[in-house]
């Protein structure tokens, strides 16, 4: 069984880039949401994708936005990069919403 | 809103010591997980664990939803337990469900 998956591992970008980081969901699950964890913090939900749908968001503006594809890996798209958009992005996978979920190793993002 | 907290904050122990971390909650409890995070970052599943007790090894954990709050029990800690503990409840948000985490208790375990 293949774990949850995350590319790339870091990411060094500027300020008012552009940024697509990459998530494969778990085998078996059909749910994928992703967490901004800034440094000494703990995780914050940005959003959930279900069948291919935004699922929930959480307090993030919309340059932050994100795709599921029908093989239900996921992309998390954040425009117009600021300085406090440093963080660590984690991705998650759960079979269904409300189950349990698991999560990806992270892409580390840096914003200069 | 709904605020989940964790302590301690900080915990150092001695290897084999064994310690208990708390999470509370300020409202009632529908699923809750427990996490460890390395010093990698990667979040590692402990417990699954929306009442009751459950174990695996040397973790134990207890989940009592109608005092809202959940206990996490590592017993003759290694120095590779160390990291930081995340609990996290499940919240129903827009149709879909969302964590939201502690605060988390840093761990350090020395020789």
């Known amino acids: 069984e293949t774990g949850v998956t995350q590319s790339p591992t870091h990411l060094i970008k500027t300020r008012g880039q552009q940024v697509t980081l990459r998530c494969s969901s778990q085998?078996?699950?059909?749910?994928v949401s992703w967490y901004q964890q800034a440094l000494g913090q703990g995780p914050q939900f940005i959003f959930q994708y279900y069948r291919e749908e935004e699922n929930g968001r959480g307090n993030f503006p919309p340059r932050f936005s994100g795709l599921q594809f029908p093989n239900y890996s996921s992309e998390l798209n954040v425009n117009a990069l600021e300085l406090d958009d440093s963080a660590l992005y984690l991705c998650a996978s759960s079979f269904s919403f409300g189950n349990e979920q698991f999560f990806g190793p992270g892409t580390r993002l840096t914003v200069l | 809103g709904i605020q989940v907290e964790q302590s301690p904050p900080d915990l150092i122990l001695q290897e084999g010591a064994n310690s208990t971390l708390r999470c509370n909650f300020s409202?009632?409890?529908?699923?809750l997980q427990w996490f460890h995070q390395n010093p990698w970052g990667q979040l590692i599943n402990l417990f699954y664990?929306?009442?009751g007790t459950k174990q695996n090894g040397r973790l134990s954990a207890t989940t009592v939803a109608t005092e809202r709050y959940s206990l996490l029990y590592i017993s003759s800690s290694q120095t590779t337990d160390s990291g930081v503990y995340f609990c996290a409840r499940h919240i129903l948000t827009g149709g879909g469900n969302k964590l939201t985490f502690g605060t988390g208790t840093q761990l350090k375990v020395e020789l």
């Open positions: 085998s078996g699950h059909n749910t």
């Open positions: 409202d009632s409890v529908n699923n």
């Open positions: 664990i929306p009442s």
